[in-house]
């Protein structure tokens, strides 16, 4: 099914947790496709009160009465709205269909030509990012779908005048993305994440080879070169595929080889340098330079996600000058690696990095940051998660000089009382490291202010939750 199949179903959509990241943008872009857009979300935010702002009737409760009030055509919810949920009750009763954020998600992208679905452990958001922002500065028109804010477009979306061309993040969560078609499948890297989804790592390569089935003939595959996980889902894909005709492209940093092939990236960087702790490099494609890249976001995982974008976009029209212009302006989407700006001297920088080899990765990036000292502010999430990967956890954060712990969050699972950001704080200083814990967040603050100083970095890592300190600090 499609975007104008469900047109021919009605018009009317109504969308159940509607103030979600992913959803207020999916509501958007169906208020653009044509589609009378309502919702509800019992939590009203600044991104509700957008909604409205454009004309969407949003409720701030979720009642079988506003279901009967509005009579939609059709229902969208996402995962974490239970089958007993009021309204879903009043739809099921009523024989309105319900659909799910990742199916609707689906439904778009089997409606447009050129369809660029990024996915991947860590990453997914700056890759989808920058191969949006190349883009738009090769005069492409893409219709785009982010898990956070873009400052290019000052939004989560962005609606392309045709059906032509789709960039989209695509979450592996809940086995999501098996929903999406694509004809470009970037996998950035394979973790083991998303525990209560995927009790083993063989489970996350075995969905990432199954989110490549619903790849187009003569698609593209792109992956980074050094990734033997990522290798393994391309290979299983493959091994069932015998008849798919497909173009795997890698990417690779100097004389790395590919695990897939043996050989050096498709697309790779040469000549890599820091500068304060930002790289750059020289962008090749096959045998042809594509220019000189100064990056402003930090890491050396900030190269692999740039390599992936490049060839997404160059795959998809974008062009050579258009590509380096971007990356040499790029400085991240919201909750990236931001820097929010300054507190009593020290500079504050918040990021999404939750999962124990994206602390780590951050974390070293920083490192390479002009500053004189560091302190670290972090806060697992999901407690199936923090249970699962607590080893991780512990040896990733375990050489901070010095980190503040908030309690672990999650907004889909009951604490049990097994596990607490306390028990990795207590393993870290048993192990010789300098941790403390904070059941309440807002406790940190007092604590930051007894130990920074002047040139020093606050990093702060983890949800939205934690990184709301942020703003508080820099307010």
């Known amino acids: 099914m499609n975007i104008d199949s469900l ?10 947790g509607i103030g979600g990241i992913s959803m207020s943008g999916l509501a958007q872009l169906a208020q653009g496709y044509g589609f009378e857009v309502y919702g509800s979300d019992m939590h009203p935010s600044e991104r509700t009160e957008s909604l409205k702002s454009r004309g969407i009737t949003v409720y701030d409760t979720q009642t079988a009465s506003n279901i009967e009030e ?5 229902i969208v919810k996402t995962a974490a709205i239970l089958p007993k949920n009021s309204e879903v009750s009043a739809a099921i009763e009523k024989n309105i269909p319900v659909y799910d954020r990742a199916e609707f998600l689906g439904f778009i992208t089997e409606s447009y030509n050129q369809v660029i679905n990024i996915s991947g452990t860590h990453g997914k958001t700056t890759t989808t990012s920058m191969t949006s922002l190349m883009l738009l500065e090769s005069a492409k028109d893409p219709t785009v779908h ?6 290019a477009f000052n939004d989560t979306v962005r609606l392309g005048k045709d059906k032509k061309l789709l960039v989209s993040e ?28 995927y009790p083993k790592l063989q489970d996350v390569i075995d969905v990432f080879a199954l989110f490549l089935e619903k790849l187009a003939d003569n698609g593209n595959v792109v992956v980074t070169g050094r990734e033997p996980n990522t290798a393994k889902a391309v290979e299983q894909f493959r091994s069932s595929n015998t008849d798919k005709k497909f173009n795997v492209i890698t990417c690779s940093v100097e004389d790395e080889l590919c695990v897939l092939t043996g050989e050096k990236g498709i697309f790779r960087a040469s000549d890599v340098c820091y500068t304060d702790g930002l790289p750059s490099f020289d962008l090749w494609y096959l045998d042809g330079k594509l220019g000189h890249v100064q990056l402003r976001v930090p890491g050396k995982h900030n190269i692999d996600n740039a390599l992936i974008a490049c060839a997404c976009a160059y795959l998809n029209g974008a062009s ?18 931001t820097i929010k700006g300054k507190y009593k001297g020290a500079t504050v920088v918040v990021d999404y990095a939750h999962h124990p080899a994206a602390a780590r990765a951050t974390i070293e990036a920083a490192s390479h940051i002009p500053h004189n000292d560091m302190l670290v502010v972090f806060q697992p999430l999901t407690f199936n998660r923090t ?46 490291g300098d941790a403390e814990f904070y059941p309440i967040k807002e406790d940190i603050i007092p604590r930051i202010d007894e130990l920074i100083h002047d040139n020093d970095i606050i990093l702060i890592l983890g949800p939205e939750d934690i990184r709301s300190l942020g703003d508080v600090l820099c307010s």
Do not use: Q, W
């Open 70 to 74: 509005v009579m939609p055509d059709f």
């Open 387 to 432: 249970k699962m990967l607590f080893d991780d956890y512990v040896s990733s954060l375990l050489p901070c000089r010095k980190i503040l712990f908030g309690e672990i969050f999650s907004d889909r699972e009951v604490n049990t009382g097994e596990i607490s950001s306390k028990d990795i704080c207590d393993a870290i200083n048993s192990k010789g």
């Open 170 to 197: 695509a979450c592996e969560f809940n086995r999501s993305f098996l929903h999406f078609s694509s004809t470009t499948a970037a996998i950035t890297n394979i973790d083991h994440d998303h525990v209560d989804c």
């Open 7 to 16: 047109l021919n179903i009605g018009k009317k959509v109504y969308f159940i």
């Open 146 to 151: 982010l898990g956070a804010e873009f400052y």
């Open 320 to 337: 050579a000058e258009g590509i380096v212009k971007a990356l040499n302006d790029f400085n991240g989407a919201d909750g990236r690696f």
